[in-house]
């Protein structure tokens, strides 16, 4: 039996990434997927049918946060060509 760790591969249970490997049994011509995280199990019979593809693609967030992002201006100041300050009197 071979065992293969899929690169970018996300469970389509837990939304884990990197985290579903595919045993490959060639004897009884048999393939399965598990996720090591949330134990996700799915088999399916290799012969001449081609292999089913394991979704790919970013994970969703586990926090429910869903914080926004927004553009902000950075103001890029020379120090050499502003005027110094006035000395203080004593």
């Keep these: 039996m071979k065992r293969r760790?899929?690169?970018g591969a996300v469970?389509?249970?837990?939304?884990a990434l990197d985290r579903i490997v595919v045993e490959v049994d060639e004897a009884a011509e048999t393939e399965s997927q598990r996720c090591v995280?949330?134990?996700?199990e799915a088999h399916?019979?290799?012969g001449n049918a081609p292999v089913a593809s394991i979704p790919k693609g970013k994970p969703e967030r586990r926090s429910g946060s869903t914080k926004s992002t927004t553009a902000q201006t950075v103001?890029?100041?020379?120090l050499h060509s502003q005027p110094r300050p006035a000395d203080k009197p004593k």
């Design 37 to 40: 995280e949330c134990g996700y």
């Design 44 to 46: 399916q019979v290799v």
């Design 11 to 15: 469970c389509p249970e837990c939304r």
């Design 75 to 78: 103001k890029i100041m020379d």
């Design 5 to 7: 760790f899929i690169a």
